[in-house]
């Protein structure tokens, strides 16, 4: 399940070229994933990266997550009282 949704996360990234002939991507509907690489591939690597660890973090923080192609990340709220 998660690498589905990895890929659909990758699928909807852009990408763009700088003015300093670097390349910007992001993943819109992730906020904060953000990439920035002297070649696409290395941009592309980068953004994956980067999605990874927003991934993580947000599960480690009970953050809701954006449902991709129908997938969804669902990460149980913690009672007040247990936090």
């Not at 996360?9 to 991507?25: H, N, V, W």
């Not at 953050?63 to 149980?76: A, K, N, Q, T, W």
Request: glycine share 6%.
């Amino acid at each position: 399940m998660l690498s589905e949704y990895i890929r659909a996360a990758m699928r909807r990234a852009t990408y763009e070229i700088l003015k300093d002939d670097t390349f910007f991507g992001r993943i819109p509907e992730c906020p904060g994933v953000l990439a920035n690489a002297p070649t696409l591939e290395a941009c592309r690597e980068e953004l994956a990266s980067v999605l990874d660890g927003w991934i993580i973090l947000g599960i480690a923080l009970h953050h809701d997550f954006p449902v991709l192609d129908g997938i969804e990340i669902v990460v149980p709220k913690v009672p007040a009282e247990a936090a």
